[in-house]
């Protein structure tokens, strides 16, 4: 069973910067394509950013031009480079694959001043 762990995120000002990392316990960054997730509270979860196995990425209308997917595949890890920041961008933070695996804990991104 693969496991993700995600960290990095934290309280943030609007117009701010963030980056995230997710570690995979296996070497599936290579292999698959990965996706950063975030749920709001009262919202469901949704797609933020994803990277094919080949680099391709694609994001969402919301983030396109803010935020930037990226993975080491040797680290097994990918991230998140979230810049210009606004207070809806707040959520907890999932990584994943494609097709969906288990989930890991996430990390709380809150964007307030």
């Known amino acids: 069973q693969v496991q993700f762990v995600e960290s990095g995120g934290g309280l943030v000002q609007p117009g701010g910067s963030l980056t995230l990392s997710c570690v995979g316990s296996?070497?599936?960054?290579?292999?698959?394509?990965m996706a950063w997730y975030r749920q709001a509270a009262g919202k469901q979860r949704e797609l933020v950013a994803a990277?094919?196995?080949?680099?391709?990425?694609n994001y969402a209308d919301s983030v396109k031009g803010r935020f930037t997917i990226s993975k080491d595949n040797a680290k097994n890890t990918i991230y998140l480079q979230m810049n210009s920041l606004k207070p809806e961008d707040t959520a907890v933070y999932y990584c994943?694959?494609?097709?969906?695996?288990?989930w890991g804990q996430g990390t709380q991104v809150t964007v307030s001043s």
């Open positions: 296996t070497k599936i960054f290579s292999i698959t394509t």
């Open positions: 994943n694959a494609v097709p969906l695996m288990a």
């Open positions: 990277i094919t196995f080949g680099g391709v990425a």
